[in-house]
């Protein structure tokens, strides 16, 4: 993104990405690892266009600094799928690099299985990235709507994310958020990988990144779902490509029973389930696709079809995938799409239509509507911080964590970073997350007039106790919609 952050601090070296897309950036080799080239020109330019000059529809998705909404280019009528980012708090939570990254990545990839990027643009506010529009939607949402997919219907979409994830690891590239939720249909129906954010350029890779543009250096920093996340990573062990993998074969066992396999009533107890490898195969799953998810999810990463010395012929050539023609994938005919009831049209039109006023950071205009936004992505956030065994000590037996986010406690005189830990019990405090000290415990009811919460922002919220205590908080991962709704939820249990 060109002068994303301009005069925010964060710029430097961004600012200077497309001033001129017709010039090649000479760029200094400084680092060694991941190719950095010393000339570089985007394919997708920077336009200058304005948030005006589309006719803005339906709320693709909502993440912790961006949302995609279907658009509508007013001049010729060309549709994308617009993903708008808030710069300041790209700035404020040091996402640049991360947003660089997907940008120049998304930029080089070129594959029918991963979504394009046509342009960028930007105004004082946001970040703007056209995308190609997957009209068919998630994969996600035709689970829900079959209840489960048959088994040629997983084969199939199951051979084209494969097909998608040995072009990226191909490349030197970790995706690191394998889901239903990412993976796009087409109008015909075929699968297009989608949400690079999270992408890791391994050392080898052919991708070129530009200097400052790139993710963790360690490759071991907790990114994905819950849900999804391979056992290494929980064990802070560097990224691979066997972390796709496994999430592959997360989703495939999703795709067959509805259900993710490690599914249970808390990031805790999913994070448990996964290090113990407690995996419970439905009784209708073939033998073949039984053996194949048994296989994508061990323990051990280089043992993952895909990821050994046999690479992706191993995977290819798994009994379950018999009868895939994959030379040409793309050419066979998709499962048939099972549409979005007349009814849930009608209502997605009237709460998810965008309008301007909700681009850029509108000193919180758009917070009436971040409720209902927040709250029907609850479930598909994620933390690891709810599995880190320094938290235990205070629980009591048996108790499990609801939620948990690393804010920050709003004082007079200064600000401190607390862990606020809410529990099954329910019980909910903030620690010390250097000294491991209990720092308060805020006494539960399930009375709202003695316990209650009131939200200021998406990332601002007070916690009022009686008699008349009031306790401010700031969660950077803009969660305090959630909060609310999960206390309150639990009051009302």
Same mark, same amino acid.
């Given at each position: 993104m060109a002068e994303m952050v301009e005069g925010e601090g964060?710029?430097?070296g961004i600012g200077e990405m497309e001033k001129d897309v017709d010039s090649k950036l000479r760029i200094q080799n400084n680092n060694v690892g991941v190719p950095r080239s010393k000339s570089f020109a985007f394919r997708a330019p920077q336009e200058q266009f304005t948030i005006k000059d589309f006719e803005l529809g339906k709320i693709y998705g909502v993440g912790s600094y961006s949302?995609?909404?279907?658009a509508k280019k007013k001049d010729t009528g060309n549709i994308y799928a617009l993903k708008?980012? /808030? =710069? =300041?708090?790209i700035t404020k939570e040091n996402k640049t690099s991360y947003v660089k990254l997907e940008r120049i990545v998304l930029d080089q990839l070129d594959h029918p299985g991963i979504v394009r990027l046509f342009f960028t643009f930007q105004d004082s506010f946001s970040l703007y990235m056209a995308l190609e529009s997957c009209e068919g939607g998630e994969l996600f949402d035709q689970i829900t709507r079959k209840?489960?997919? +048959? #088994?040629?219907e997983a084969r199939f979409y199951a051979a084209e994310v494969v097909d998608a994830l040995e072009y990226i690891h191909g490349v030197g590239l970790i995706h690191r958020d394998i889901k239903p939720e990412n993976l796009l249909l087409t109008t015909e129906g075929h699968i297009k990988i989608a949400d690079f954010g999270s992408v890791k350029p391994m050392q080898d890779s052919k991708i070129t990144v530009l200097p400052n543009a790139s993710s963790d250096d360690k490759a071991c920093t907790f990114v994905g779902t819950a849900a999804y996340v391979p056992p290494e990573v929980l064990n802070s062990s560097p990224a691979t490509f066997g972390n796709d993998l496994w999430a592959l074969g997360c989703t495939l066992y999703q795709m067959l +029973?509805?259900?993710s396999p490690f599914k249970d009533a808390s990031e805790w107890l999913i994070f448990q389930r996964i290090i113990a490898r407690d995996i419970r195969f439905? /009784?209708?799953f073939s033998a073949e696709a039984k053996d194949l998810i048994d296989k994508l999810l061990d323990m051990n990463p280089s043992k993952r079809p895909g990821a050994g010395p046999d690479g992706y012929t191993a995977l290819k050539m798994h009994p379950f995938? #018999?009868?895939i023609d994959w030379k040409n994938l793309r050419g066979q005919t998709p499962p048939k799409l099972a549409l979005q009831s007349s009814v849930a049209e009608a209502n997605n039109g009237q709460v998810s239509k965008w309008n301007h006023s909700h681009v850029g950071d509108n000193d919180g205009s758009d917070n009436a509507t971040s409720s209902s936004e927040a709250t029907s992505h609850v479930t598909r956030l994620a933390s690891i911080d709810s599995f880190d +065994?320094?938290?235990q000590q205070f629980l009591d037996p048996g108790e499990s964590v609801i939620m948990i986010s690393m804010v920050k406690k709003i004082q007079k005189l200064s600000n401190k970073k607390v862990q606020l830990i809410l529990t099954d019990k329910p019980k909910l405090i903030y620690v010390d997350p250097t000294k491991l000290m209990l720092k308060g415990n805020i006494i539960w009811s399930d009375n709202p007039n003695e316990l209650s919460i009131q939200v200021l922002s998406s990332s601002h919220f007070k916690i009022c106790t009686q008699p008349k205590k009031v306790m401010s908080f700031e969660d950077p991962k803009q969660r305090a919609w959630q909060w609310k709704k999960i206390i309150e939820g639990l009051q009302n249990r």
């Amino acid at each position: 993104m060109a002068e994303m952050v301009e005069g925010e601090g964060e710029g430097e070296g961004i600012g200077e990405m497309e001033k001129d897309v017709d010039s090649k950036l000479r760029i200094q080799n400084n680092n060694v690892g991941v190719p950095r080239s010393k000339s570089f020109a985007f394919r997708a330019p920077q336009e200058q266009f304005t948030i005006k000059d589309f006719e803005l529809g339906k709320i693709y998705g909502v993440g912790s600094y961006s949302k995609v909404v279907r658009a509508k280019k007013k001049d010729t009528g060309n549709i994308y799928a617009l993903k708008i980012m /808030d =710069k =300041k708090f790209i700035t404020k939570e040091n996402k640049t690099s991360y947003v660089k990254l997907e940008r120049i990545v998304l930029d080089q990839l070129d594959h029918p299985g991963i979504v394009r990027l046509f342009f960028t643009f930007q105004d004082s506010f946001s970040l703007y990235m056209a995308l190609e529009s997957c009209e068919g939607g998630e994969l996600f949402d035709q689970i829900t709507r079959k209840g489960r997919l +048959s #088994e040629n219907e997983a084969r199939f979409y199951a051979a084209e994310v494969v097909d998608a994830l040995e072009y990226i690891h191909g490349v030197g590239l970790i995706h690191r958020d394998i889901k239903p939720e990412n993976l796009l249909l087409t109008t015909e129906g075929h699968i297009k990988i989608a949400d690079f954010g999270s992408v890791k350029p391994m050392q080898d890779s052919k991708i070129t990144v530009l200097p400052n543009a790139s993710s963790d250096d360690k490759a071991c920093t907790f990114v994905g779902t819950a849900a999804y996340v391979p056992p290494e990573v929980l064990n802070s062990s560097p990224a691979t490509f066997g972390n796709d993998l496994w999430a592959l074969g997360c989703t495939l066992y999703q795709m067959l +029973s509805g259900t993710s396999p490690f599914k249970d009533a808390s990031e805790w107890l999913i994070f448990q389930r996964i290090i113990a490898r407690d995996i419970r195969f439905p /009784d209708y799953f073939s033998a073949e696709a039984k053996d194949l998810i048994d296989k994508l999810l061990d323990m051990n990463p280089s043992k993952r079809p895909g990821a050994g010395p046999d690479g992706y012929t191993a995977l290819k050539m798994h009994p379950f995938f #018999e009868g895939i023609d994959w030379k040409n994938l793309r050419g066979q005919t998709p499962p048939k799409l099972a549409l979005q009831s007349s009814v849930a049209e009608a209502n997605n039109g009237q709460v998810s239509k965008w309008n301007h006023s909700h681009v850029g950071d509108n000193d919180g205009s758009d917070n009436a509507t971040s409720s209902s936004e927040a709250t029907s992505h609850v479930t598909r956030l994620a933390s690891i911080d709810s599995f880190d +065994s320094r938290w235990q000590q205070f629980l009591d037996p048996g108790e499990s964590v609801i939620m948990i986010s690393m804010v920050k406690k709003i004082q007079k005189l200064s600000n401190k970073k607390v862990q606020l830990i809410l529990t099954d019990k329910p019980k909910l405090i903030y620690v010390d997350p250097t000294k491991l000290m209990l720092k308060g415990n805020i006494i539960w009811s399930d009375n709202p007039n003695e316990l209650s919460i009131q939200v200021l922002s998406s990332s601002h919220f007070k916690i009022c106790t009686q008699p008349k205590k009031v306790m401010s908080f700031e969660d950077p991962k803009q969660r305090a919609w959630q909060w609310k709704k999960i206390i309150e939820g639990l009051q009302n249990r």
